[in-house]
């Protein structure tokens, strides 16, 4: 039977539902077998995750999900294996993290134009205390005051480019979190490349660019990919020299679009990421 590897997923450090022990438990009951915690610009629920995961059997990644700006895209680079405590990670980390307050009071500036009030303190209680603040924690609580029936479609209608609550904002640069990463000792993918909209031109300009950097793969199966885009990504992977990865981007009941422990097999093409982690022989 075929290891099943979920390397991307959201605690309540950053704009999942599950605390990190229980993220663990989940996944240990869904049947992964490797899993890598990737919340959001912070590394806080590392500690605390690899320790449940052994308690679980579970083979275990830190990881982080970074958020870059792009030729003014908003883009999502991940980092596996990475150390939590190297500074220079730290540091950026902290500052994008400092910089999404920002941000939230210029969407809840937004919203409150289109006629939506309180969405400021409405997602900040849905936040934990002292972890990020999210779109999501907006769409959460759009939800729960009956502007949209689910939270993803919310981000059809609010958050994004030309709808109210959008607001403009500039992350980290895409070669500072890949520098990070790398520096760490980590291993930089591209995160779902597929939600880019980027056109062709655009993709083969991105991918170009990351590898030259220092990325080393791109998400091929993850839960917003099609079954096309599995294939289209395997191609492009294939073409750019770079290892192919995968990952639910679980974020808890509710709010995914692919339940843990359902991922399919990456295509053959594919050169997985974990070929030579020392996580594959222990799962075998």
């Known amino acids: 039977m075929t290891p099943q590897f979920d390397l991307h997923c959201h605690s309540t450090v950053s704009d999942g539902l599950l605390a990190p022990a229980d993220l663990m438990a989940y996944a240990a009951e869904r049947g992964v077998d490797v899993l890598a915690l990737t919340d959001h610009d912070d590394v806080a629920g590392l500690a605390e995750a690899a320790e449940a995961a052994k308690a679980h059997g579970l083979g275990f990644i830190n990881g982080v999900e970074i958020s870059v700006t792009w030729h003014r895209r908003t883009l999502h680079i991940v980092g596996l294996k990475v150390d939590p405590e190297y500074a220079p990670l730290k540091d950026g980390l902290k500052r994008i993290r400092d910089s999404r307050h920002t941000r939230a009071q210029g969407m809840a500036d937004s919203l409150a134009r289109a006629g939506i009030a309180g969405s400021l303190e409405g997602a900040y209680a849905h936040a934990t205390k002292g972890g990020i603040i999210s779109r999501s924690h907006f769409a959460r609580w759009m939800v729960e005051q009956g502007y949209a029936n689910e939270v993803r479609s919310v981000f059809k209608r609010f958050l994004v480019p ?97 339940e843990m422990g359902r991922l399919p097999a990456l295509p053959s093409i594919c050169k997985p990421i974990w070929h030579d982690w020392a996580e594959m022989a222990a799962v075998h």
Do not use: C
Not at 167 to 177: P, R
Not at 224 to 252: I, N, P, V
């Open 162 to 258: 030309g709808k109210p609550g959008y607001f403009e904002h500039n992350w980290a640069d895409l070669e500072e979190a890949v520098s990070w990463i790398v520096g760490s000792g980590g291993v930089p993918v591209l995160a779902h490349p597929g939600r880019y909209d980027l056109g062709r031109t655009n993709m083969l300009n991105l991918l170009h660019e990351f590898r030259e950097l220092g990325g080393k793969a791109v998400e091929v199966v993850t839960g917003s990919h099609t079954a096309d885009q599995y294939q289209e990504f395997a191609r492009l992977a294939h073409q750019f020299d770079l290892l192919a990865s995968t990952g639910s981007d679980y974020h808890g009941p509710g709010m995914t679009y692919v």
